[in-house]
């Protein structure tokens, strides 16, 4: 499996391009801000051809650039239905102190969208990805999760977007979040996961559950969490 992006934006925003391999079709997952012309250098480099792009949630710095590469390539993009309304509306999903980022430029959905269904696997670019909602950043914050082939067998994968990082979880001060229902999303979506699944955020590094189980400060106390984390702040980081 090809699986290549960039931080994107002023927020530093991952952008993802999967593809079964070079040649192939593939998926675009949140293509932020000022993204579409890395993406559409990374589709050129690798032969591809985008069939889809993939939201993980509906904040502007994930989604800024989704409408551009959807109209332009004839895809739709998928997003969870409780997250819809700020692909038109961003600064409802951001509220008054952040909307001054937005200044006049007007946004709007792509010509095509559909909504995700919780629990219910889509199957894009040969490739098929789980859906799983995990609100608490936003309320239709969902997970992406499919099996790599890396050759000597399968590696579980996870499109975390913001609500797992590296070291930290999303933030939940803005419209929609909810730091407690966060906690619970990590722990019954995440966390029972096996410890080699790869975990690949909204922002930052790379990691894996086995990693964020032992040492993520803000996961302390959470079942399944080694007792040797140390309780950290209690408010995430990281984009919107």
């Known amino acids: ?16 391009v999967v593809a079964d ?3 192939s079709e593939a998926v675009i997952i949140d293509p932020g801000q000022d993204s579409a012309a890395s993406v559409r250098a990374l589709l050129a480099e690798h032969s591809l051809t985008p069939v889809a ?10 989604t800024w650039d989704a409408a551009v590469l959807c ?7 998928y997003i969870h239905p409780a997250d819809r309304h700020m692909l038109a509306d961003p600064a409802s999903g951001i509220g008054p102190a952040l909307a001054s980022v937005i200044g006049g430029i007007v946004f709007r959905e792509p010509e095509k969208v559909i909504e995700f269904v919780d629990g219910e696997p889509v199957d894009l670019a040969g490739i098929g990805f789980d859906v799983d909602l995990a609100p608490g950043h936003t309320r239709g914050s969902v997970l992406l999760s499919t099996l790599a082939d890396t050759g000597d067998g399968t590696l579980p994968v ?4 913001d609500v797992l990082f590296a070291g930290s979880i999303g933030r939940t001060d803005l419209p929609g979040g909810d730091h407690e229902q966060l906690l619970r999303s990590i722990a019954t979506t995440l966390l029972t996961r096996s410890d080699e699944t790869q975990v690949l955020p ?7 559950v086995g990693r964020e189980r032992a040492v993520n400060p803000f996961l302390a106390g959470l079942p399944g969490v080694d007792d040797s984390a140390e309780n950290g702040p209690r408010k995430g980081r990281h984009g919107l």
């Open 1 to 16: 499996m090809l699986i290549t992006g960039f931080a994107a934006g002023m927020f530093a925003t991952n952008c993802y």
């Open 202 to 208: 909204g922002h930052g590094p790379q990691t894996s």
């Open 53 to 62: 792009v993939l939201l993980t949630h509906g904040h502007l710095d994930h």
């Open 158 to 161: 996870c499109f975390s977007g």
């Open 71 to 77: 109209d332009e390539y004839s895809i739709p993009a």
């Open 21 to 23: 391999r070079p040649g």
